[in-house]
T-cell receptor
Framework: DSGVTQTPKHLITATGQRVTLRCSPR?????VYWYQQSLDQGLQFLIQ???????AKGNILERFSAQQFPDLHSELNLSSLELGDSALYFC????????????FGSGTRLTVV | DQQVKQNSPSLSVQEGRISILNCDYT??????FLWYKKYPAEGPTFLIS?????DKNEDGRFTVFLNKSAKHLSLHIVPSQPGDSAVYFC????????????FGTGTSLTVIP
């Protein structure tokens, strides 16, 4: 157990639908990062939050959004889902005293049918 | 635009031999590099890192080499063990972009007993 919790582990949904992926960072970590891993692709950075505020944005589609709540958990919302959105979605966290070296959760596997 | 590239999707090595995993990057501002290891159904875990002020960092059986002029780094595993079989991701960041890391596409290492 890395200390970063992601739910659900698996999700199957239809095209056009909307889903929410949830992440609880490791205790004491203020930053949360979301990454997407599609087939044969590396880990694509989507978005970073730090202590509730958006800090950096990567290749995140407009159909996707995220937020970090006061208790530091984060949610990634994916809407108008397409077949190409099928991927592993990872959340990672770190803290200001250890700026390098993310702790990753075990991921959510999203399948869009 | 893939700023970090791992051109070998897979590598097979005999147990006891050396495994060499390669990584190239394009952004000359990158100054910190990490290797992550990923087992199936788990998130990536931190393996070893190197700062641009060094050209080598060693941790047990794992050594990372950095060639800044060639924008190339490599991970050496000696001796390789069957438990090392996993996907290895190279990641890089620039200190002026905060803690955002760019990941390669990964190399799947198989160590044959």
């Amino acid at each position: 157990d890395s200390g970063v919790t992601q739910t659900p582990k698996h999700l199957i949904t239809a095209t056009g639908q909307r889903v929410t992926l949830r992440c609880s960072p490791r205790s004491g970590d203020l930053s949360v990062y979301w990454y997407q891993q599609s087939l044969d692709q590396g880990l694509q950075f989507l978005i970073q939050y730090y202590n509730g505020e958006e800090r950096a944005k990567g290749n995140i589609l407009e159909r996707f959004s995220a937020q970090q709540f006061p208790d530091l958990h984060s949610e990634l919302n994916l809407s108008s889902l397409e077949l190409g959105d099928s991927a592993l979605y990872f959340c990672a966290s770190n803290n200001p005293h250890n700026p390098y070296g993310y702790t990753f959760g075990s991921g959510t596997r999203l399948t869009v049918v | 635009d893939q700023q970090v590239k791992q051109n070998s999707p897979s590598l097979s090595v005999q147990e006891g031999r050396i495994s060499i995993l390669n990584c190239d990057y394009t952004n000359s501002m990158f100054d910190y590099f990490l290797w992550y290891k990923k087992y199936p159904a788990e998130g990536p875990t931190f393996l070893i890192s190197i700062s641009s002020i060094k050209d080598k960092n060693e941790d047990g059986r794992f050594t990372v080499f950095l060639n800044k002029s060639a924008k190339h780094l490599s991970l050496h595993i000696v001796p390789s063990q069957p438990g090392d079989s996993a996907v290895y991701f190279c990641a890089a960041s620039a200190s002026n972009t905060g803690n955002q890391f760019y990941f390669g596409t990964g190399t799947s290492l198989t160590v044959i007993p």
